[in-house]
């Protein structure tokens, strides 16, 4: 049974959180690419549109057409799940034992339930947001400087 449990998502719950934004990250990506590529395609098509009319926008060229890019926003996780911690015990190079603490977690759903004598009253409610921010400001080159 231990190891249908493991098979239910018993990681770290740091894990859990980073596998959960790296998720978010690629979702975005993928729309960023699909915006990049509709961009370059209505880029192309101006530009042809442009030199068959000669100087005079005509067609799509003079619509100034751009792409819809789409953002995530803001993710909102909210996990019902046991929860529990762990002290993980290393050994330094100089022989001493270290102790960390881990939390680790188990969601709670039906498969779990079914498996576990886990109950619903027991469980922790853990909510996290993962939201955009603007980027950092870019410190501009000296000229000469790599």
């Known amino acids: 049974m231990a190891a249908q449990i493991h098979e239910l998502l018993v990681v770290p719950f ?3 959180l ?4 790296r998720a978010v990250a690629e979702a975005q990506a993928v729309l960023d690419e699909t915006s990049m590529r509709v961009q370059e395609q209505l880029d192309i098509l101006t530009a ?4 068959d009319s000669g100087d005079e ?3 799509l060229a003079r619509f ?7 953002h995530i926003p803001e993710v909102e996780l909210e996990l019902k799940m046991a929860v529990s911690m762990e002290m993980k015990q290393e050994t330094r190079t100089d022989g001493r034992s270290v102790f960390t603490p881990r939390l680790r977690s188990i969601p709670f759903n039906s498969k779990v339930k079914n498996l576990t004598n886990l109950d619903a009253e027991g469980m922790s409610r853990v909510t996290a947001r993962i939201v955009t921010v603007p980027p950092a400001e870019r410190a501009a080159l000296e000229p000469g400087e790599n």
């Open 64 to 70: 100034q057409v751009d792409a819809t890019w789409y």
């Open 57 to 59: 926008a005509s067609g």
């Open 14 to 16: 740091d894990v859990l």
């Open 18 to 21: 980073s596998e959960t934004a």
């Open 48 to 51: 042809q549109a442009i030199a």
